[in-house]
């Protein structure tokens, strides 16, 4: 395959792009049948490796492994200029320049100058594990078709318009994205024929430079997945997953939203195409930022079916093939959220960590005010991407994981068994670039400091957004195989960007001296159950016992506390949570020096706790998740600024973002189910 990006001898006014785009081979490929790829080169792993991870592809079995398993960070939520709001506004980068940089190699990176040459070279302080490149598969035939001077639509005028870049560039492609009955733009041909056929480059080549990045060695220093996005934005709703596929064994075509407009569909084709249509191929896709869906995300699953039995299977589909949500990323913080109608629980004051929502009057950046409300019962807001649909119960990882629970009752099936990871959303290939003392933005426009800094106000970037977060994966070992059985399990964690490695087991005789033990994972494994799977049969009389460890990223700040999330359904079917400090309340106490991000008070490398849930009923059904939380540090908008002589500060440093931030860890819950 042949793949050249923008030449460089182009002329750029900000962030605007113009230049020949994406030129690829293969422009009929995809018109044969379907043919498997071959099977990598490598050793099969030995059959004592094989007892810890069902491989699905022949390699050499990791030299370090661990059956109590390893924390490994990555990112599963990336964007180059593969995808249609990217390279619009200027984005050079490839998928195996996104490689390259988690790997910690050197890359270029925006801004451009006006001959096109990037103007800084930027490597990752410390290289992830793992990662994917996620682009928006919905445009990859059109941006194939306006980047090949010899199609037939290279001068047309939607074309040019592409070309031309910036906000415009992306205009064309709005209406096959901002409703449930999406059509292609007038490019495409009949039935959008053209462009179907045309999406096969940039999907093989989004292969290949997986394939290519993917350590198959006994080292297992760096892991890739083939992924992409299924970006559907109904009523300017967030509506996106990432797919993510176990192995090379993957559909044709990456399936889109305009073929797929319901989330139900895309599991079906999914199913059909991978699942039962490939031999070995694997697939989960993941909800991301529902924060900004307005209730559409994660709905409800006791009305809408028309039967209690089609309701069933929907949610037993959901959850083959959605097993986490991302909690945390660039816009913002889906964790939780005060307030909302019908739960009880305390506020939360860590709920508004990089919280996008406002419930209340807002005035956008013409000045002009409108009102954000909480959603009502079932209710689907609108414009919730550009903050301005109302708030949903649903939007949001702790209450969503109560309807979840509250469907149970009904149907008799969780339809949110769901654990955490979070990433970072990047839309210039600097996977994992989330140190927020070095971050360089996301976006384009976001890549000098007073870019950074403006108050868009309504639009989800700069000033309110933040650096994003990384997955954490506990895993028997650094492959493919080792780390898609741990998402499928669910035994994963999110972070707000910092790499704390936190740990949750539950389990009814779990000793009150167990952090003592010496070898706290494996006593987590012979008395209980990880983060992600059911608490086992209850033992006449017995409460919940949660084991909760976590280690401070050593290149980060020192941890303050240890919280349990309890989540749980009443008597009177009433949706409830409470959070409960279990270790660290000594760090409590402190200040933090704005000019020099000193905390005053005390923190610490790890915390260890047992919790007993001393008002734990057996006849309710209950969740409980672990977080971690940091001491207080500078948020990127204010320690960049601190940073620099008070003379060189851009006057946006000005602002009322806050200036102090506590980073974080979620890991998935464990669940407490009555018997009978």
Known sequence: MTIAFFSKTQTRQGPVAIGIFLTLGLLTAGCSE???????????????????????????????????????????????????????FGTQITPADAYSFAKGEPIEVPPYGGDGEALQTMTLNRPLDFAAVTDHSEFFGELKLCADPTSAVYQHPTCRLVRDGGGRGMTPFFPAILSHEPKRP?????????????SISLW?????????????????????????????????????????????RVPERAISYV??????????????????GIPGCDVLAIPHNSNLSAGSMFPSY?????????????????????????????????????????????????????????????????????????????EVGRRGFVRRGCVSKNDFYRSVLLTGMQDQAIIGVNSYKIGVIASTDTHIGLSGHTDEGDWH?????????????????????????????????????????ALFEALKRREVFGTT???????????????????????????????GTPMGGDLSARPPGAKPKLFATAVQDPEAAQ?????????????????????????????????????????GGSGASSLCAVFEDDEFDPSLPAYYYLRAVEVPTLRWSWAQCVALPESERPEECDNDAPKSIQEMAWTSPIWYLPSG
């Open 497 to 527: 960007g910092t790499r704390i490695r936190p740990r949750l087991f539950g389990g009814w005789e779990i000793a009150a001296g167990a952090c003592e033990v010496p070898n706290r994972p494996e006593y987590g494994y012979q008395m």
């Open 204 to 248: 093989e080549a989004t292969q290949e430079m997986a394939e290519e990045a993917y350590d198959r060695s006994s080292s297992c220093e760096f892991t890739t997945f083939i992924g992409y996005e299924h970006t559907g934005t109904p009523n300017a709703n967030n509506y996106h997953r990432n797919v993510i596929f176990r192995n090379d």
């Open 259 to 276: 073929e797929t407009p319901y989330d139900h569909q895309l599991w079906e084709a999914l199913t059909e195409q991978c699942l039962e």
């Open 559 to 599: 941890l303050q506390k240890l919280q349990i999330i309890k989540g749980w359904i009443d008597s009177e079917g009433q949706s409830r949570y409470k959070v409960v400090d279990v270790g660290g309340r000594e760090h409590s106490e402190g200040e933090l020096d704005l000019a020099t991000g000193r905390w």
């Open 302 to 378: 006791i009305a809408g079916f028309e039967s209690t039995e089609s309701a069933r299977a929907m949610a037993n589909l959901r959850n083959a093939m959605e097993p986490v949500m991302e909690v945390f990323q660039h816009k913002g913080n889906s964790e939780c959220f005060n307030g909302l109608p019908d739960i009880l629980g305390e506020p939360d004051e860590l709920c508004n960590v990089e919280q996008y929502m406002v419930v209340g009057e807002q005035t956008d950046a013409l000045g002009q005010t409108y009102s954000v409300d909480f959603c009502e019962e079932g």
């Open 186 to 198: 007038d490019i495409c041909g009949e039935n959008g024929a053209d462009c179907w056929e045309a």
């Open 34 to 88: 379907r043919t498997l790829p071959p099977e990598p080169a490598g050793t099969p792993p030995t059959r004592e490796a094989e007892q810890l991870v069902n491989y699905t592809e022949a390699r050499e079995a990791c030299a370090d492994r661990s059956d109590t398993r390893h924390a490994y960070f990555g990112d599963l939520h990336i964007h180059t200029g593969f995808s249609y709001d990217a390279r619009p």
């Open 441 to 481: 933005g996301h976006l384009v426009p976001e890549t000098d400091l007073a870019g950074r800094l403006k108050d868009m106000r309504t639009s989800p970037r700069s000033l309110d957004a933040n650096p994003g977060g990384l997955a954490g994966i506990w895993a028997v070992e650094n492959s493919r195989d």
